[in-house]
């Protein structure tokens, strides 16, 4: 059973930085397509950055230029480099994989606030 374990989530104030992480467990990592996902309060999850199997990525328009996402396949880990934090940015971070079933961590909080 795959399992996605996210951590680095925090409290930061807008223009900061946090690297979010995703470790993945219960299957061949390589295999897998791999996201992050955020959802703020009464909004529904969007998209924030997707990187493929073979390591092509897409970003949302709100985070393109400020957010990195990357794979270290021996790792097993997938991360979120967050640069130039907006109040905007605040939600639940969500790691998903995908292959033949999607599967979702249990989501780290991030909030921008001074």
């Known amino acids: 059973q795959v399992q996605l374990v996210e951590s680095g989530g925090g409290l930061v104030q807008p223009g900061g930085s946090l690297r979010l992480s995703c470790v993945f467990s219960?299957?061949?990592?390589?295999?897998?397509?791999m996201g992050w996902y955020r959802q703020a309060p009464g909004k529904q999850r969007d998209l924030v950055a997707r990187?493929?199997?073979?390591?092509?990525?897409t970003y949302s328009d709100p985070v393109k230029g400020r957010f990195t996402i990357s794979r270290d396949n021996a790792k097993n880990t997938i991360y979120l480099q967050m640069n130039s934090l907006k109040p905007e940015d605040t939600a639940v971070y969500y790691c998903?994989?995908?292959?033949?079933?999607?599967?979702w961590g249990q989501g780290t909080q991030v909030t921008v606030s001074s």
């Open positions: 998903k994989a995908d292959f033949r079933y999607n599967y």
């Open positions: 219960g299957s061949i990592f390589s295999r897998y397509n």
């Open positions: 990187i493929t199997s073979i390591g092509s990525t």
